[in-house]
């Protein structure tokens, strides 16, 4: 196995500087996550304004994947609609669920296929959509 | 391809012995436990040579292997019962599964749903075995519940007479064996699930006697909870499952508290993880899960429609023998619908346990005294009953054995 | 003769495989199970293969021979804690175990020496893995008693300067671990076990991590409970031993109700079998109670001693080259007195999570995260650690490798 | 294995014509034992005087082997000292523990020695068991 290909780049980039890693004070949800077999934590703020997701922030400690996993959800879902997120993280938990099958749709997912190799390591698939639940979570509650 | 029982045996190694100096084990006694066939053992075996880790607790590739065999025997049990796979939760046994049910109640605080209180009342029946009449007992005195039941009819069948009389307004609960381990009767389930759902409470199945032997389908029964145990399903000792609906599992209290079902714990408190995590706490008997999967493949494969029509005519050929034999009195029905593969009967003044050393001389095990059921025993005016019971390894030849075998010891004991 | 690891090594088949494409496995994990040989899964196999039956339940050949190899291994047991035989239960679990002597306390009735009130107080440790704290939090819930604890030094040890204050006078359990799962630790019981006694509490004694690891004696520790799991004892999954004194398992009320473990049954009530039947309701793990057996007889024959001084040696050169790892921290005592072959550590920024899948990407198997042991990882200020863990089967050159991979963690993760 | 080992005339003619089975209306001690594993259940009624047993009566349900026991058992224990009585069981219970390499001390044990190849049954230790189980108990409580 080769483990660059779980340690892409682009994880390792986003790991030692986190994307929107600061809780902004006000929002329309907030919810913290665990991941209960390691510890990992994440709180994450949500803000909507007609139907689009202003604004996603959040604080959290945890491994590699499920830190750099938020950061690029956090930069991506940004500016969409509640439809085209929901969308995204759709494809998203396929693509978790592929067993190392695919690559990703990286027109709609961008940085987040780089996550593609998590799909091979089902222990960690978790880590990877810890900040992916809780937005799901935090959409749910500001709608 | 046709059912061959011979052929089947031939897949469990322990046939390959003799009984009592060189005579052929002519096994009748699968109601208390059967037999392994090969592949069980192996893939037991197999787990601990090539996979063995903790499950769901390592990064490394064992613990994900061992994740993985663990996770898919779940799989295997939820479509074997047309479940879900999250219903789907490994105990030690059914006694396990039935207390698990018992004790979370009683763990549920005021507003669960499962919460239970001394207005409240607890139905089961009288041809209860003690794993499904004793936690309930138990249960009642605890919480002040009542605990009423059916009783069986002479003939051995549930006497549904009183049906509204005993499933009350106040019933939180109705548990009751899907088939006696005693009298071999199959309990029809239609009315009293629809009275236990229509005043609102759950029904929980002891389907030890049922699932191994026949096609059991929980979306089909309509029931809420099930438990059956491994080692009576060709599968390993150790291993039981507690199946239960989603959306009652997510209310239900959990049981045995610890590691890997937790969500969050501090020094003062812990919240749970969803189920079926919620009621696995601890490194779960992972070898044991696999084994049963395998069990229940090597069923599947073999057919439980096949082994549940193979049963029912060894069983009527042997009750049709055993009623030609004079002072010998079979306990429970004699007529063949809704009855499975299991015989208790009195033999004159013999004592079950003088006829079942007589017949354990011949190479024959049988099964002697209450059966865990001792409520019902006393009720049919028996101190005891010897019992003989098929699966998909016996044959004619068995019962032609154990037949002779009784009217031998009638002359012994004369 | 010599202690030779790699010789033990060859009797666990696991090691015959390799992990992530051709590397061989380093198994660094036994803390949270341990590998088996090949005499252990063979008992399992063999009972299946020749002995197979329900035990106590049959008057037939095949039940007195499943019967012997159980009780068979309750013996095994006993000798090897110096117990005396029918003090020893089997249950699936050292969780089960905590959670039956939790549970059975909570049965007892008033008038009972077991029986908990909200004047009453139970005592646990910050170092209790979940399985030993969760089910007394829960018995404090259901009772109103009150729940203190022993905290944990900066070092990793107990800190006793409280002894008289959190062991009160209405204290009526003390349970802690007997070693620490995370750090190492092992806990001096004498000063605990004479206040706890002073005081009318019974002591309960975690020895997960204990009597795989080292000879453990509970004559001589003078204690009342005591818990731990086969499968940490290179025994199968699926069997856990609960072990109490005598005089106390008399009083301590059942907590699985079902078969076998009954003196009579009625529709109203039941009355108890004496200990250990009275603990083990069902048709028992027969298989994996007599793996366990095998299991413990090549641990007695290896030698407990060597065992342990074989384990204490690796660690201090284990010790000893982390510490000279940059940004290396071990969390738990680094002195080598009063502790076994757990060691956990953290590395600089890199998440425990990272640390191990780069281990396991060179075939090493450690465990990250908190172990079960959420409470203490929170008071040790770290998320999460790596562990890594040794047993009988593990060489310096295991070490050698497991260093190797830290150091290249850095470099690959810097 | 020879069934008649087991079944021996001396135990059949018990289980045929059990001796002493009739409760007597007064008595010192009065027990009920069950085994739990086969229901088998007797009551037995004890009386002694100045340390000997001047009488037992019982009633039961039970195997030939439970039966024929406790038959022996009541007349061989009748007119002992309570002292010969106790060693007489303990060398019955010996005797029932030696699976099969004894054949017990037929001046001390009289027709119990018929007794002997239940030891090779451990199954039925307990039945053969029962009688002796509950005089004990009796003789503890009458004293
Ligand atoms: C100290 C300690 N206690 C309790 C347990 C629970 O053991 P099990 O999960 O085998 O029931 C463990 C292991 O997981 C342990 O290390
Ligand atoms: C009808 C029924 N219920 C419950 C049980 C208990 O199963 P186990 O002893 O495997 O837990 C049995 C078998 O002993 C049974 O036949």
């Known amino acids: 196995m080769n483990l660059d290909a779980l340690y892409q780049d682009v994880i390792l980039d986003h790991y030692k500087h986190p994307q929107n890693k ?27 304004s007609g139907g689009v997701v202003t604004d996603i922030s959040w604080d959290g400690v945890g491994c590699s994947i499920s830190q750099a996993s938020v950061s690029i959800m956090s930069d991506l879902l940004k500016g969409k609609t509640i439809d085209q997120a929901e969308a995204i993280s759709e ?53 | 391809m046709s059912f061959d029982a011979l052929k089947i045996r031939s897949d469990f190694p322990i046939f390959d012995r003799t009984i009592r100096d060189g005579k052929r084990l002519v096994y009748l006694d699968s109601g208390a436990t059967s037999q392994k066939p090969r592949v069980v053992i192996d893939a037991e075996g197999d787990f601990y040579r090539f996979h063995n880790a903790a499950a769901h607790r390592g990064a490394h590739q064992l613990a994900e292997e061992a994740t993985d065999a663990f996770e898919g025997a779940r799989e295997i049990v939820a479509k ?36 239970v209180t001394k207005s409240d009342r607890i139905v089961v029946t009288e041809m209860e075995h003690h794993a499904n009449l004793i936690p309930w007992q138990q249960l ?42 005693v009298l071999g009767t199959i309990n029809q389930l239609g009315a009293i699930i629809a009275r236990a759902h229509a005043v609102g409470a759950v029904v929980v199945l002891d389907a030890c006697q049922s699932v191994p ?150 190479g024959i095990a049988v099964r002697t005294g209450h059966h865990c059921a001792w409520p019902l025993t006393r009720k049919l005016g028996v101190p005891a009953t010897t019992r003989a019971s098929v699966y998909l390894y016996n044959t004619e030849e068995d019962l032609d054995v154990l037949v002779k075998g009784v009217i031998d010891a009638q002359r012994y004991f004369a």
């Open chain 1, 22 to 48: 600061k809780l902004n004070a006000t929002y329309d949800a907030q919810v913290h996550h665990v991941n209960p077999s390691c510890g990992d934590e994440i709180t994450l703020n949500l803000s909507l």
């Open chain 1, 91 to 143: 494809k998203f938990l396929h693509l978790m669920q592929s067993k190392g099958s695919e690559k990703g749709d990286e027109d709609a997912l961008e940085d987040a296929v780089a996550l593609a190799g998590v799909s091979k390591y089902p222990a960690r698939i978790k880590c990877a959509l810890l900040g992916w639940m809780a937005f799901k979570d935090a959409s749910v509650q500001a709608q």
């Open chain 2, 80 to 115: 074997f019962l047309n479940a879900a796979i999250d219903e789907v939760v490994f105990t030690k046994s059914a006694t396990e599964s039935l207390n698990l049910i018992a004790y979370a109640m009683g763990n549920a605080p005021v507003g669960n749903r499962f919460h």
């Open chain 2, 140 to 181: 009642a005195d605890r919480t002040g519940a009542d605990l009423s039941w059916f009783e069986v009819t002479p003939d051995g069948r549930l006497d549904l007479s009183n049906l509204n009389s005993v499933i009350t307004e106040n019933t939180k609960v109705v548990s009751l064996t899907h088939q006696s381990n």
């Open chain 2, 213 to 362: 032997h026949m096609s059991v389908d929980v979306k089909d029964l309509d029931i809420d909870f099930l438990a059956f145990s491994g080692h009576k399903t060709v599968g390993p000792t150790g291993v039981g499952i507690f199946w239960g609906r989603s959306s009652l599992l997510a209310e239900l209290p959990p049981f045995l508290t610890g590691g890997s079902m937790i969500e969050s714990v501090t020094m003062t408190g812990a919240t749970w993880a969803p189920a079926p995590r919620k009621f696995e706490a601890g490194v779960p008997n992972m070898a044991q899960a696999v084994g049963l999967g395998a069990a229940l493949e090597y069923l599947t494969n073999v057919g439980m429609d096949q082994i549940h029509q193979h049963e029912i005519t060894l069983i009527a050929s042997l009750i049709a023998q055993l009623q030609e034999i004079p002072d010998l009195h079979i306990v429970g029905p004699t007529d063949l619908a809704d009855r499975g593969g299991v015989v208790s009967f009195t033999v004159g003044d013999i004592h079950p346990h003088d006829l079942g050393q007589f017949l354990d001389n011949q």
